[in-house]
């Protein structure tokens, strides 16, 4: 039951993610195309909005099925600190299973954005769509190493909020 609701969750937020891209996609045609009318942007606009709220309301469903599986769970997905109340409700074992998760993502992640800006250099050369793309790829990881580096810190002076 767990790998199904891990697996529900999984597909949720990938939708949620695509929900994003397809709304940039679809708004940069809206703009550029000159028959699209005001209405036809709102229900646009509409759309990702419902796309959201039902990606929202579909894993506070998988998280409510979870916490009746698991009494001790808390936390309510539309909380503001959701994910520091899932985390205090956590046994030693899902922590650390949290926090290996989050230093191998944050690894792959620091690689994996040396190969992203490489593409977007060689892309910038290549098919000329500017420095843009490559300058948001080095915010973002700069966004990914000052956090880490800063949360690092902040731990090393405060090991009790560890």
């Known amino acids: 039951i767990e790998k199904n609701i891990s697996a529900v969750l999984i597909l949720s937020n990938l939708v949620f993610i695509l ?58 997905v539309y909380a503001m600190d959701f994910g520091k109340q899932w985390e205090k409700s956590c046994d030693e074992a899902e922590k650390m299973q949290i926090y290996k998760a989050a230093f191998k993502s944050y690894s792959f992640c620091s690689t994996f954005y040396v190969f992203l800006w490489l593409f977007c250099l060689l892309g910038n050369e290549i098919w000329h769509f500017g420095i843009m793309p490559a300058t948001i790829v080095i915010v973002v990881w700069l966004a990914q190493f000052i956090s880490y580096q800063a949360y690092g810190a902040y731990y090393s002076k405060n090991p009790n909020k560890v």
């Open 19 to 76: 929900s994003f891209f397809f709304f940039g996609a679809g708004f940069d045609y809206c703009i550029h195309n000159a028959k699209t009318t005001a209405v036809e942007l709102i229900c646009y606009f509409a759309g990702f909005v419902i796309a959201l709220i039902g990606n929202l309301m579909m894993n506070a469903g998988t998280v409510n099925l979870y916490k009746e599986m698991n009494p001790e769970k808390q936390g309510s």
